[in-house]
C-alpha cells in the first residue's frame, strides 16, 4: 500500500462517481495515485427490438467528459491521465487491474440498485481480481478513517487483510476491533462453553501480539458467540457503529476459489452499509477461461 496505484472504474453516473472521492482521500493518505477508467459497450448486432441509432462520441469527448466530471473529486497531484477504452467492462478492469494496487468502486452505477443485488460486473472484479476492491456508496464515508472493522476465522487467507490493516493504521492511527465470530451451534456442549470462549480469546489476542504487534495499541480483540449466521453478525455490528471500513479477506477455511454468492464475504458485500475493503487471498492465480464470459 505504499504509493498506491487506484483503479476507479466509472459509469459516468453520479453514484459511480462517489468513489472517487475515497479514491482521492486514500491518496492522500498513502501518497497514491487515481487511475479514472471509462468503458463503453461495443455495438450490438442483431438486436431483437431495434433502437434509433445514437451518435457515438468520439474518445476524446469522452475523455473530456471524464477529466470534468472526476476533477470535482480528485486533487490535481493526485490524479493520473483518465484512460476509455470500449470492450467488456469487467473485461477491462481486468486488464487495466494488472498494474493497479487498489480497485475503488461502487457495486451499481446507472441502475441504482442497492447493494443487495450486486451487479455482474462488480461481483466478478470482487471475484477475480488481483487488487484488493474497495466496495464504496453513496452513503460510504471513509473519510477521516478513524473505526475498523477486522474480521478473522484464524485461516491463513484472513492474514492477509491483516496485512492491509497494518498499512491503513500506519497512515492513519485508526482504532481496530479484530472480530472472531462463533456460532453457538458449534459448541458440543454448554458446560465446556465458557473454557472454549477463553481458549479462542487467548488464540485471537496471540494472533495480535504476532501480526499486528506494530500496531497493538490501537487493536481491541474480542471473541464473539453468536445465534445468528456469521454474515449477520457482522451486518449487526457495522450497524451498531459506524466504522469508517470493513476490512475482510474473500476466503476463509472452506478455501473455495472463489467468492461465491452464498458465502460470508458476498452477503457481507451485499448487506452492510458501510465501505468494505476486500482481499482475494488467490490474487496471484490467473483467471481460469471456465470464468470467461461467454
Same mark, same amino acid.
Given at each position: ?41 461495443? /455495438? ?14 468520439? @474518445? ?34 481486468? /486488464? ?45 464515508? @471513509? $473519510? ?53 470462549? /477463553? ?14 504487534? /506494530? ?18 453478525? @457482522? ?21 473455495? $476459489? ?30 481460469? $477461461? ?5
Amino acid at each position: 500500500m505504499e504509493n498506491p496505484r487506484i483503479l476507479v472504474p466509472t459509469d459516468l453516473s453520479d453514484l459511480s462517481l462517489v468513489a472517487f472521492e475515497s479514491a482521492n482521500y486514500l491518496a492522500d493518505i498513502l501518497d497514491g495515485m487515481v487511475l479514472p477508467l471509462y468503458v463503453y459497450p461495443p /455495438e450490438k448486432d442483431g438486436a431483437s427490438f431495434p433502437v434509433p441509432p445514437t451518435p457515438p462520441k468520439k @474518445i476524446e469527448e469522452l475523455e473530456a467528459e471524464l477529466e470534468k466530471k472526476v476533477s470535482a473529486y480528485v486533487d490535481e497531484d493526485n490524479l493520473e491521465p483518465v484512460v476509455v477504452r470500449k470492450g467488456k467492462p469487467w473485461e477491462i478492469i481486468m /486488464e487495466e487491474s494488472e498494474d493497479a494496487d487498489l480497485i475503488v468502486m461502487t457495486s451499481h452505477g446507472k441502475s441504482g440498485f442497492s447493494r443487495l443485488f450486486l451487479g455482474s460486473v462488480t461481483e466478478r472484479v470482487v471475484r477475480f481480481s488481483k487488487a484488493p476492491v474497495l466496495l464504496v456508496e453513496k452513503d460510504s464515508k @471513509i $473519510k477521516p478513517l478513524s473505526d475498523i472493522l477486522l474480521t478473522t476465522d484464524f485461516s491463513d487467507h484472513s492474514l492477509l487483510a491483516f496485512d492491509y490493516t497494518r498499512d491503513l493504521v500506519a497512515a492513519t492511527h485508526a482504532k481496530v476491533h479484530l472480530v472472531h465470530l462463533v456460532n453457538l451451534s458449534q459448541f458440543s456442549k454448554v458446560s465446556t462453553f465458557d473454557d472454549q470462549i /477463553e481458549s479462542l480469546q487467548q488464540k485471537l489476542n496471540e494472533w495480535v501480539d504476532e501480526h499486528l504487534k /506494530e500496531i497493538r495499541k490501537n487493536v481491541t480483540a474480542e471473541v464473539l458467540p453468536v445465534k445468528s449466521s456469521i454474515h449477520e453478525a @457482522i451486518v449487526h455490528l457495522t450497524n451498531q457503529k459506524k466504522y469508517s471500513m470493513v476490512v475482510m479477506s474473500t476466503l476463509g477455511h472452506t478455501g473455495l $476459489k472463489y467468492l461465491r454468492l452464498g458465502s460470508t464475504a458476498a452477503n457481507v458485500l451485499r448487506l452492510v452499509k458501510t465501505a468494505v475493503f476486500s482481499i482475494n487471498p488467490r490474487m496471484d492465480k490467473p483467471i481460469g $477461461k471456465e470464468h470467461v464470459e461467454r
